[in-house]
């Protein structure tokens, strides 16, 4: 059980130092504090590798074929870079939904491999997207590394071990599957991570699948079969998600037209991006543009 006290303490944090939607970074590096008082609508976004111990109130992610929901008590782990749709289902400004989330570190992670070695792993492949039911130890850790956020002092002295202990008990849990699965380097999980950092890095580009799974060093069809496990989605369509979610931020941050923000992430046809964008958003570029300056939760 979260315990109240933690839940106070986060909210007021956010409160004093943030905005209310808006991750709210808490000085120790990739940990931050989330709070909204109210609920949200389901919006695409993207979600790098990442924890999340919700403190109050509840969220779900969509992963096109699947629906997750975590809420107070429970972990989220995402173990890839996915594109997502999200929204906060539990709210109010009695009881806001409350979280700490934590980017995960693949090298903190591959550093124990030695001490997760001995947990067996079953024929179950694991998901991407996962949530459970935090246990105790857990939402100590993450407790305490708040507490150490408070004290730059004790923090940098002390963060780093809190860190590692996060990292391997996120490894432990039943639904930290996948993230064991990375610590091996010759793993389906791991082949596709590195093929996820390809699209992320050249998504302005055509890529052909065939060279994605040769860098992988998969064949075109497991390559496939495995890319759509991890991400829920295909190699083509995980690269236009990461065009349209790029185009929406150009959008709303401003100084760009539509045909601007098409062309500067790989689209060639202003009227194919305008088209697949009002798909994916249920909104036409030009309405998404006519918000710049307004504040997203």
Same mark, same amino acid.
Request: with cysteine; charged share 20%.
């Given at each position: 059980?979260? +315990?109240?006290?933690?839940?106070? @303490?986060?909210? #007021?944090? &956010?409160? =004093?130092?943030? #905005?209310? %939607? #808006?991750?709210?970074? =808490?000085?120790?590096? %990739?940990?931050? *504090?989330?709070?909204?008082?109210? =609920?949200?609508?389901?919006?695409?976004?993207?979600? /790098?590798?990442?924890?999340? $111990?919700?403190?109050?109130?509840?969220?779900? *992610?969509?992963?096109?074929?699947?629906?997750?929901?975590?809420?107070?008590?429970? =972990?989220?782990?995402?173990?890839?870079?996915?594109?997502?749709?999200?929204? &906060?289902?539990?709210?109010?400004?009695?009881? +806001?939904?409350?979280?700490?989330?934590?980017?995960?570190?693949?090298?903190?992670?591959?550093?124990?491999?030695?001490?997760? %070695?001995?947990?067996?792993?079953?024929?179950?492949?694991?998901?991407?997207? @996962?949530?459970?039911?935090?246990?105790?130890?857990?939402?100590?850790?993450?407790?305490?590394?708040?507490?150490?956020?408070?004290?730059? &002092?004790?923090?940098?002295?002390?963060?780093?071990?809190?860190?590692?202990?996060?990292?391997?008990?996120?490894?432990?849990?039943?639904?930290?599957?996948?993230?064991?699965?990375?610590?091996?380097?010759?793993?389906?999980?791991?082949?596709?991570?590195?093929?996820?950092?390809? !699209?992320?890095? @050249?998504?302005?580009?055509?890529?052909?699948?065939?060279? $994605?799974?040769?860098?992988?060093?998969?064949?075109?069809?497991?390559?496939? #079969?495995?890319?759509?496990?991890?991400?829920?989605?295909?190699? $083509?369509?995980?690269?236009? @998600?990461?065009?349209?979610? /790029?185009?929406?931020?150009?959008? !709303?941050?401003?100084?760009?037209?539509?045909?601007?923000?098409?062309?500067?992430?790989?689209?060639?046809? +202003?009227?194919?991006?305008?088209?697949?964008?009002?798909?994916?958003?249920? *909104?036409?570029?030009?309405?998404?543009?006519?918000?710049?300056?307004?504040?997203?939760?």
């Amino acid at each position: 059980m979260v +315990p109240d006290d933690l839940v106070r @303490d986060v909210f #007021e944090f &956010v409160q =004093t130092n943030g #905005e209310m %939607g #808006e991750a709210c970074p =808490t000085g120790i590096d %990739g940990f931050i *504090a989330i709070s909204n008082t109210q =609920t949200t609508e389901c919006s695409a976004t993207f979600y /790098e590798p990442i924890m999340c $111990l919700v403190l109050q109130g509840a969220k779900e *992610a969509h992963a096109r074929n699947r629906v997750v929901r975590y809420s107070a008590g429970d =972990t989220l782990i995402v173990s890839h870079a996915v594109a997502l749709e999200a929204a &906060v289902i539990q709210a109010s400004p009695q009881h +806001p939904y409350t979280a700490l989330a934590l980017h995960l570190d693949m090298s903190i992670l591959r550093s124990m491999a030695d001490e997760i %070695g001995g947990l067996e792993e079953n024929s179950v492949a694991g998901h991407s997207v @996962d949530a459970d039911v935090s246990d105790r130890a857990l939402i100590d850790a993450v407790s305490r590394l708040f507490r150490l956020s408070r004290d730059p &002092v004790e923090a940098k002295a002390l963060a780093p071990l809190v860190l590692r202990e996060i990292h391997f008990r996120l490894l432990r849990a039943g639904h930290g599957r996948m993230l064991r699965q990375l610590l091996r380097q010759d793993s389906p999980a791991s082949r596709i991570s590195k093929a996820i950092a390809v !699209l992320r890095s @050249d998504f302005r580009e055509s890529i052909a699948v065939a060279d $994605l799974a040769a860098f992988a060093g998969m064949s075109p069809s497991a390559f496939h #079969e495995h890319f759509k496990a991890v991400t829920a989605t295909t190699p $083509l369509q995980y690269q236009k @998600d990461l065009r349209l979610l /790029e185009a929406r931020q150009l959008l !709303l941050s401003g100084g760009v037209s539509v045909a601007g923000a098409a062309y500067d992430v790989g689209y060639e046809s +202003p009227t194919q991006f305008s088209r697949e964008f009002s798909r994916k958003f249920g *909104a036409s570029p030009s309405d998404i543009k006519s918000r710049a300056g307004a504040v997203v939760v």
